[in-house]
């Protein structure tokens, strides 16, 4: 398996009082509050989650203590150090120094849930192993008591052999300053030596590295007879025989996988410790936890979660309206206003139509996005975002995949970026391609752009019961994308990628009150991220779309001959027929006409073709490139792109924008796969370009087939 | 009897653990080992997966894994 890249984001926006002395690696459970601790150690915003993957990048951060400071390097949450995913192994090498270009940390500071101590504890006693200046921050704290679970902390620290124990409280922040003062000194603390679990292991570890020479740390001898790392263990049985090595598991392990044999070791003293530090009280049953066991109930459950889907989806289209209008007319006042001071030129235009339209037709989405993040950011927050792989295995299962394909999917509503880098705790790498294939088709945000302003033009306003005819387009443009994927993922699970049936296992957080800084924190981010994007790529595209609409300008002493005008000819016709000719004879007009007569059987004009073609680095532009499309050559007017788009017609009169044109290009935008960041992920997380080939082929084709045949059968009627 | 017999509310001690079949070695380290008590939690529509709960802690598994765990009754269901 290949190493990742590391990413460094850069430690910026921060007054940096000292420089970092020491490297310190933070490390624990995933769920356990370790990005959240991150946060608030370092200072820096980072987005942080409840599900595995989020935090599968490396960050780092400066902490600043009162006379030092120190490198903080945030890790992917994992439960041991057997490194069976690709996140895990992402952790374990940074901790062990194998990482080229990484300093092996000089400390580790090692997060455990306070309601989870069982698994922190087993983490905690095979990083002892790497003989590290180690403290421990028992976060959730405030979770703990109200769960009724006291903690002897003087006890735990005893038992652990006197490594220092920080409680932490995530929700207030009681305890960081402690935490703070006793990280000056992180780096002198000494550990047991030999940690408590399984001392036979250690010593045996101990004494053959010894043997062995300077090259050999305790814990590469341990990795290569737990047989956790090839290399290791390669190199072991070369220096030491494979007989004598294979009698020294025998001695060990007794026979069984070691890896079993760890755990059965190791989680045997961690059950001693809990008995002996922490105490639980007899839980009452309140009717919150009756509701929430109610909620955990297969078909309540069930509901419950298509409930939200909708709800999500409904809240996108009805609670964003009146922000959009207010960005809406802003912006077209904004672009009055500069024609009205500027006069009529070129100026004005690439101003009034390239820049403000271009831009402002991104921005106005920005509420929806903003509202679908919130809920997505909730529904992680809470837990719930996990639960929904339990809930969901068995539909993954029946397209070859697992419940854990089910969160990088998710994630993918909002973005194929990060979800594709999400399915790196997906062990199997059939399976983790698939979903990387499949994710893609999840309706990102940036397709809601195109499916506002196609499904604001041409689907009724109205209700039904109680639900919106729009909303419910929507909801079955996310339908479309979901059957997209998994349709793509049992095809590619019973051909190319055929393998083994997937385990399915997860550990499920429980139930949490969103943190409401937090949630303003990655809300913020999230938002930020798109933006930045709309300010870089959209923008670039929407100036290089008005310079190729813009020019070359047409000899305006020539009249229009090639598009045909209709009698009574007015004014406002001959300014239309001009801009329209002007267009035509753009060089994006001749782009697009040059390739029209490939989307002629999809009924889209040249104009519908351009902005596709002109999509394909980022799908987002699309609306951007259409709005300077139309908007280009006409005066500036309070007509809306969508009444725009609706009015536009073919040279013989009819309607471009039929029915089933815009259900085909609906259906193009719900499969196609445009933008080059998916694919430029695909081809990192893959290490090959044929994976991102492929997909590209694959699901250009297939929207275009949809779009071909909606168009082709709705046109016969 | 095997965990993936038990009923929803039911609680069992881990006896014997079957290591071949790997799934089982990861559910072995996420904690589920000989001796410690596991309730079961939810049974998914269709009776697959479960959703098992120990030491505080939530884990969901697939029948075809809890079959390889060997399981003695400690409380019958609420």
């Known amino acids: ?717 | 009897m095997t965990l993936a017999d038990l009923n929803p509310g039911e609680s069992a001690k881990l006896d014997e653990i079957d290591t071949r079949d790997p799934g089982v070695i990861r559910l072995m380290i996420l904690g589920m080992v000989e001796d410690i008590t596991v309730s079961m939690e939810n049974i998914a529509i269709g009776g697959d997966p479960l959703e098992v709960g120990f030491f505080g802690s939530s884990v969901s598994l697939r029948k075809e894994q809890a079959r390889h765990f060997k399981v003695s009754l400690v409380t019958a269901g609420d």
């Open chain 1, 1 to 717: 398996m290949t190493k990742n890249k590391e990413v460094k984001i850069p430690v910026s926006g921060i007054g940096i009082r000292h420089k970092a002395r020491a490297s310190i690696a933070l490390i624990g459970n995933p769920n356990a509050g370790k990005s959240t601790l991150f946060n608030r150690l370092t200072g820096l915003r980072q987005t942080t989650a409840n599900f595995p993957g989020v935090t599968v990048e490396k960050h780092q951060g400066t902490v600043q203590l009162a006379n030092s400071a120190l490198n903080l390097v945030d890790l992917p949450g994992i439960y041991s150090l057997d490194g069976n995913s690709v996140d895990e192994r992402i952790a374990v090498d940074v901790t062990l120094g194998r990482v080229p270009g990484t300093d092996r940390p000089a400390g580790l500071l090692v997060v455990i849930d306070a309601t989870h101590i069982y698994q922190g504890l087993y983490l905690l006693e095979q990083l002892l192993e790497l003989q590290l200046p180690t403290m421990v921050v028992l976060t959730m704290i405030d979770a703990a008591s109200a769960a009724g679970i006291s903690i002897d902390y003087d006890a735990l620290q005893k038992a652990l052999g006197g490594i220092p124990v920080y409680p932490v409280s995530n929700i207030s922040g009681h305890g960081l300053d402690e935490l703070k003062d006793a990280l000056e000194h992180i780096t002198d603390i000494t550990v047991p030596s030999i940690p408590a679990s399984w001392p036979e292991l250690s010593e045996t570890a101990q004494q053959l590295s010894q043997q062995l020479g300077a090259e050999w740390q305790r814990i590469d001898v341990i990795q290569a007879l737990l047989q956790t790392h090839p290399d290791f263990t390669g190199k072991l049985s070369e220096r030491l025989g494979h007989d004598t090595v294979a009698g020294l598991r025998l001695r060990l392990f007794g026979g069984s996988p070691p890896p079993a044999a760890e755990a059965r070791q190791r989680y045997q003293w961690v059950k001693g410790v809990i008995a002996d530090v922490q105490e639980q009280a007899p839980l009452y049953t309140k009717l919150s936890a009756r509701l929430l066991r109610w909620t955990n109930k297969p078909w309540p459950a069930t509901l419950l979660f298509f409930a939200v889907l909708l709800l999500v989806f409904q809240a996108v289209f009805t609670w964003a309206t009146p922000m959009m209008d207010i960005i809406d007319s802003a912006g077209s006042e904004l672009g009055g206003w500069i024609v009205g001071q500027l006069g009529s030129n070129a100026l004005s235009s690439f101003l009034a139509d390239g820049v403000i339209a271009g831009v402002g037709s991104v921005i106005i989405f920005l509420p929806q996005i903003l509202i679908l993040f919130l809920f997505i950011i909730l529904l992680e927050d809470t837990g719930y975002l996990a639960r929904t792989s339990f809930l969901m295995d068995r539909v993954m299962r029946s397209v070859g995949l697992s419940g854990q394909s089910v969160i990088p999917m998710l994630s993918s509503f909002a973005c194929a970026v990060p979800a594709i880098m999400a399915t790196r705790v997906i062990p199997d790498r059939r399976d983790r391609i698939a979903t990387i294939l499949a994710a893609p088709f999840m309706t990102c945000s940036a397709r809601l752009p195109i499916y506002a302003l196609l499904i604001a033009a041409f689907v009724p306003n109205q209700s039904i019961g109680w639900m919106n005819l729009q909303g419910l387009v929507l909801f079955g443009l996310y339908l479309l994308g979901i059957l997209g994927g998994l349709g793509t993922a049992l095809l590619l699970k019973s051909t190319a990628l055929k393998g083994p049936k997937p385990h399915f296992m997860l550990a499920l957080p429980e139930f949490r009150t969103p943190h409401i800084q937090t949630v303003a924190i990655k809300l913020y981010d999230r938002g930020r991220i798109f933006l930045k994007r709309a300010g870089s790529v959209i923008f670039v595209v929407a100036i290089l779309v008005w310079t190729l609409a813009y020019f070359p300008r047409m000899d305006t002493s020539q009249i229009p001959s090639t598009t045909a005008l209709t009698a009574p000819v007015g004014q406002t016709d001959i300014n239309n027929a001009m801009a329209a000719a002007q267009m035509e004879q753009s060089w994006l007009g001749r782009i697009g006409r040059t390739i029209a007569p490939v989307f002629k059987p999809l009924g889209w004009d040249w104009r519908v073709s351009s902005a596709v073609v002109a999509g394909f680095p980022a799908r987002e532009v699309v609306v951007a490139v259409m709005g300077t499309m139309y908007a280009v050559g006409s005066d500036a007017d309070d007509q809306s792109l969508s009444e725009k788009l609706r009015a536009a017609r073919w040279p013989d009169g009819s309607i471009i924008f039929t029915l089933p044109m815009v259900l085909g290009l609906l259906v193009f935008y719900a499969w196609c796969l445009q933008c080059a960041a998916t694919l430029a992920t695909i081809r990192r997380e893959t290490n090959s370009w044929r994976w991102p080939i492929f997909a590209w082929t694959y699901m250009t084709g297939i929207g275009y087939l949809g779009a071909l045949i909606i168009y082709q059968a709705g046109s016969l009627f």
